[in-house]
DNA sequence: GTTTTGCAAATTGCTGACAATATGCACGTG
DNA sequence: CACGTGCATATTGTCAGCAATTTGCAAAAC
């Protein structure tokens, strides 16, 4: 137990105390994704069962245990008799899961606008501030985590579980998409004035304008990867 | 492998076929959704995996391969080392599905009315036009089938799978509830005329309405759940 | 030269068996 | 009599192995 242990503790340490509350399949379905979210492999690749459970160090049960649950949640493709392959995602799908991205983050900004609390509007405006000096200053690096930051916070802020895993899921399938270098970061001086609308709205607790807000910041997110190259691997 | 066929054809008469393009663990799964939904078990019931694998002639792995996929499907609930158990939807959980819900809804709403056509228009228009017939009758029977349609011509209709998916898992999810019966089919007199503003404003191509009105729509019925019993397994 | 055929290797799908953990119950103890 | 202890049973977690399918490649046929 000791060996096998140590071998799934190939990226993270405290592999120990996870498998206590977590079955072996789980950990390994959170390596596997861990592994297709880095970009490791590309979306289409084939994912071979016996050589990722020998890198995990684990047998094949597991593997394909995790198999069944990330198809489930849309990062991989089951061809029946064929194998496991990263789930490619085409302009066409990246659009589509963008629409209902944008549809969860203003029924989350809805939500709140109705029940949000003076320190969490102030902690909103605070992570605005900070974006507005990020942007001033053109730091992309720090821009980054105070946007995800925002909208997590916007999005946990509701209290719906449910809702944010979706809400999450979705931005996790498009990252399948992010990997093809197709999302760049372009636009973000404009991106912080669509935070400061939808921060007015949850101000004044509008949750019609809250809704309007959230929905048209993603759209406009979409609107950028519509507007690049056409998600092909490299046409001639 | 024909002893095997015959033994999953449980409930399913067409399992030749299906073997062909789906692995057994997805039929499996279907199986073992069926029997989730159809209430055969109740909500936070253990599902023993000897019994399940026995019941449809197949191994424990398929079973166990399926469980994974309802769960992260958000129909089982699994706890390491002690098993699956159906997933149990308490109402503040039922709450938190049904506000995704609206807001998938109305997104669909929202999406459909700037892409919809005068033959999707019609289509909506003969729905609602039946469905008052049967509310006028009192005709629950002939009222559920068509308000399913009409929800799923909208959903389907902006013809994102991805959305579509997620709604109707959503649903699905709440049939884990409703399996309680405690959702009834009170109040579907004011059902339609709800559906008729969703209508009216996807006829005149106003997605700013059309949200609201499928948004509104969907928490109305969440109204209903609310305001009956709590929830819980019979309380003294 | 291109296509088709046939075989060998690799891979998937599934099953049965073994180890680890949890459960239930009888028993003893305070 | 309540409560904890220890063992037998049941169940879960994992693994290794076998059948079935697919894939890759070489040889033959056209």
């Known amino acids: 137990m000791t060996e096998r242990l140590q071998s799934i503790a190939i990226s993270g340490a405290d592999a120990l105390d996870v498998l206590r509350n977590a079955s072996l399949s789980q950990v390994v379905q959170g390596e596997i994704e861990k592994i297709i979210l880095s970009g490791a492999f590309a979306p289409g690749e084939k994912l071979n069962e016996k050589v990722l459970a020998d890198r995990l160090g684990v047998s094949r049960g597991p593997v394909r245990e995790s198999f069944q649950a990330l198809h489930a ?13 990263v789930q490619q995602i085409t302009r066409h799908d990246a659009v589509a899961i963008y629409d209902v991205r944008a549809g969860l983050f203003g029924t989350a900004c809805r939500l709140l606008a109705e029940r949000i609390t003076t320190a969490q509007i102030g902690a909103l405006k605070s992570l605005v501030a900070q974006m507005d000096v990020a942007g001033s200053q053109r730091d992309l690096e720090a821009y980054f985590p105070l946007n995800i930051a925002f909208h997590s916070a916007i999005v946990t802020g509701t209290n719906n579980s449910v809702l944010a895993d979706t809400y999450f899921g979705m931005v996790r399938r498009l990252h399948l998409f992010r990997a093809r270098g197709l999302v760049h970061g372009g636009g973000f001086e404009s ?8 921060l007015d709205a949850l101000d004044v607790r509008d949750p019609h304008a809250a809704f309007e807000a959230g929905f048209l910041h993603v759209q406009a997110g979409k609107a950028r990867i519509v507007t690049s190259g056409d998600g092909s691997p490299a046409s001639p």
């Open 73 to 85: 949640r849309g990062l991989v493709e089951m061809i029946p008799n064929r194998g496991v392959f």
């Open 191 to 198: 991106s912080n004035i669509e935070h400061r609308v939808i």
